[in-house]
């Protein structure tokens, strides 16, 4: 039998004692057992690594270190990409096939120029985070990432946790990696690639396994870092909230919802189908766990066909995708909260017309639940989405008012000319992020995440007065 571990750590500290985790009859994880003092043990030392090493290099230097990691994951045959291909579903339910494609286009927008692309987004001189660079206004300016992060990692979408240690790398940071039950292997896996580049630059990194709530480990994590970050939902985000001091920085990604707008443009003959399509996937992808997932619609009136025959075709549509990539297992109270949502669709259906029911028969694998008026509603995930109606999206927009403060995604498909009106409009109701539909599950690093930058929030910036430079003038011995 296969055995892995599901954590990594600093090749000079010691864990020796382990839990079992079974994955199947051929491999199983093994897990550390972890105390506050050995946590605290386990962040001094990616600490001092970090000083002895990372604080050296340049940034130039820790993107092209990333890129050749990146670039051994690009390679179908690369022995650490065929394990996460094969284990992560194993793990999360999630169907093989949906893993190796979402895996792989996660993994490019990680290449260098990606990265380069994302620094110039953050900074306009990202050298400043190796030296004291110019500013335009006279003096000079030099930034600084905090000595450490702990990240608190959500499992509910294998990749997320990649992204968030690249960020602290760039940062030049030691990261200390909590990771889920739900998915505690990615993350171990690709610092063990970044082992293969550079085994110095790995030493500055730790990923570990807990469950949640267990708040003694949380705390020696929280005050054995500069910063912490957490994904996760409003409770998770609320205890650890807790647990970090003000004169820390704390970033959150909590609970969000996404949405879908169909303008008449996108229901034509020639391209209703390919709309319906495409949707689906956004839907699909990942059982909808990602915050970036649809969980509503809202279809204009118009087109070749009704807001009505498109939650039709919607529905069967998910019903072939279904066939093809199949949910992955859920709980059974995520099974009620599906069949108790169906239900209640189900009464007010025979009471109001305007108000519809497609699902599948034999399980909770899918359902849409179609309203005739404009409106805006959460689903309880796994597939499950509102369709709305709408005459008039400028218009009707405003229904989603209420929700302004969870409102994350919004998958665009209208025509040119409408696109900045509505776009501005969504952005004053809380919507961070617009994307082509088919493609809400793809969010590019440099993306504004829940409306703000992703490394400024975490630096300090020293400046250096032009005032000081040119009184320094004076002390210089070869000026008279």
């Known amino acids: 039998m296969e055995v892995i571990k599901a954590y990594w750590i600093p090749k000079s500290v010691d864990l020796p004692d382990v839990r079992e985790q079974l994955v199947d009859s051929s491999c199983k994880l093994v897990f550390p057992v972890l105390t506050n003092e050995k946590i605290q043990e386990i962040a001094l030392q990616i600490q001092q690594n970090r000083l002895d090493y990372l604080a050296q290099l340049t940034t130039e230097d820790i993107v092209k270190k990333i890129d050749q990691t990146v670039q051994k994951w690009l390679d179908p045959n690369y022995p650490f990409r065929k394990q996460a291909e094969t284990l992560i579903p194993k793990i999360t339910g999630y169907d093989p096939e949906m893993v190796r494609l979402e895996l792989k286009k996660y993994m490019r927008t990680f290449r260098k120029k990606e990265l380069l692309r994302f620094l110039d987004e953050e900074f306009d001189q990202p050298a400043m985070l190796d030296e004291f660079r110019p500013r335009k206004t006279g003096g000079m300016s030099r930034a600084y990432g905090p000595r450490s992060i702990f990240h608190v990692f ?162 069967a549509e998910l019903d072939r995708y279904a066939k093809k990539r199949p949910r992955a297992s859920i709980t059974d109270e995520e099974a009620m909260s599906i069949r108790n949502l169906r239900n209640q669709a189900e009464l007010e259906s025979l009471e109001n017309p305007k108000i519809s029911l497609y699902a599948s028969q034999e399980d909770t694998s899918w359902t849409v639940v179609y309203h005739d008026e404009p409106g805006f509603a959460g689903s309880p995930l796994n597939r499950f989405v509102h369709v709305f109606a709408s005459e008039k999206l400028e218009s009707d927009l405003s229904k989603m008012q209420q929700f302004e403060k969870y409102l994350q995604s919004c998958g665009l498909a209208v025509s040119p000319d409408r696109l900045f009106f509505l776009a501005d409009f969504l952005g004053s109701l809380g919507v961070n992020r617009l994307s082509p539909i088919g493609q809400m599950n793809s969010a590019k690093p440099g993306w504004h995440h829940d409306g703000r930058f992703n490394l400024i929030d975490l630096l300090r910036f020293t400046d250096i007065e032009r005032g000081l430079e040119e009184g320094l003038e004076w002390y210089d011995p070869d000026v008279e």
């Not at 956004?282 to 509503?296: A, E, G, K, M, T």
């Open 154 to 315: 959500s499992g509910n979408v294998p990749g997320v946790q990649i992204w968030s240690l690249i960020m602290g790398l760039l940062l030049k940071s030691a990261n200390l990696g909590k990771t889920s039950t739900a998915e505690p292997l990615l993350p171990v896996l690709f610092s063990q690639s970044l082992a293969e580049v550079d085994p110095q630059l790995a030493e500055t990194v730790a990923i570990l396994p807990w469950k949640g709530g267990m708040t003694e480990l949380e705390k020696a994590a929280v005050d054995s870092s500069e910063a912490v970050i957490v994904y996760g939902s409003d409770k998770a985000v609320k205890a650890v909230r807790q647990l970090v001091p003000l004169s820390k920085k704390f970033l959150t990604y909590g609970h969000k919802i996404s949405l879908a707008v169909i303008g008449k443009e996108a229901l034509t003959p020639d391209h209703f189908y390919e709309t319906v399509h495409k949707l689906a996937e956004d839907v699909s992808i990942y059982d909808q766990q990602s915050c970036l997932s649809p969980q509503s619609v809202l279809v204009e009136a118009g087109g070749a066909i009704s807001p009505q025959q498109f939650a039709q075709l919607l529905a």
